[in-house]
């Protein structure tokens, strides 16, 4: 790769690793999950890096979701055993409690669908641009976002959690 193309993605990396960290976690779980999930869709970029145009974070994105997705289905299930230890936050003992319920929900979702709420909810995309990140229809975007949060919904139960699935 030529020094300037190396250096543009050293500075991509630089710039953009933590969030696509961020985003990786949040369909993992698990911090080293994610970390070789990112590791894995950044060596996927950086031997196409000169044939990239446009929007480097979104290309990287997209291996990044369909590499989860691709896992998931290679490992042949659908639901992931949550996180043993929670991550110290601040908060209060209540928050915590929520914040660990809705984690565990999270992760009892198939991994579809968990990318489909990160894309939606935490990336704050559109349907349609959800859509186009991950190779599907518009309409299954709209029908996996509303069966996840039915799930959420049905799981945590306690009406603290209120998620709107029209956006």
Same mark, same amino acid.
């Given at each position: 790769?030529?020094?300037?193309?190396?250096?543009? #993605?050293?500075? #991509?990396?630089?710039?953009?690793?933590?969030?696509?960290?961020?985003?990786?976690?949040?369909?993992?779980?698990?911090?080293? *999950? *994610?970390?070789?999930?990112?590791?894995?869709?950044? *060596?996927?970029?950086?031997?196409?890096?000169?044939?990239? &145009?446009?929007?480097?974070?979104?290309?990287?994105?997209?291996?990044?979701?369909?590499?989860?997705?691709?896992?998931?289905?290679?490992?042949? &299930?659908?639901?992931?055993?949550?996180?043993?230890?929670?991550?110290?936050?601040?908060?209060?003992?209540?928050?915590? *409690?929520?914040?660990?319920?809705?984690?565990?929900?999270?992760?009892?979702?198939?991994?579809?669908?968990?990318?489909?709420?990160?894309?939606?909810?935490?990336?704050?995309?559109?349907?349609?641009?959800?859509?186009?990140?991950?190779?599907?229809?518009?309409?299954?975007?709209?029908?996996?976002?509303?069966?996840?949060?039915?799930?959420?919904?049905?799981?945590?139960?306690?009406?603290?959690?209120?998620?709107?699935?029209?956006?």
């Amino acid at each position: 790769m030529q020094q300037s193309l190396e250096a543009e #993605f050293n500075a #991509f990396v630089a710039e953009r690793g933590q969030v696509l960290l961020r985003i990786a976690h949040a369909l993992t779980g698990d911090g080293r *999950a *994610a970390e070789d999930l990112v590791q894995g869709a950044l *060596a996927k970029a950086y031997a196409r890096w000169p044939r990239i &145009h446009g929007d480097a974070e979104a290309y990287v994105r997209r291996i990044i979701y369909n590499d989860r997705v691709s896992g998931w289905r290679r490992a042949g &299930h659908g639901r992931e055993v949550p996180m043993a230890e929670v991550p110290d936050r601040p908060g209060a003992e209540h928050d915590v *409690a929520e914040r660990v319920a809705l984690r565990e929900a999270l992760m009892s979702l198939p991994a579809r669908q968990r990318a489909v709420l990160v894309l939606r909810y935490l990336e704050d995309r559109t349907v349609d641009e959800t859509a186009e990140v991950l190779g599907c229809r518009p309409g299954t975007v709209a029908s996996q976002a509303s069966r996840a949060l039915a799930k959420l919904r049905d799981k945590i139960g306690n009406g603290t959690w209120r998620m709107e699935a029209s956006r």
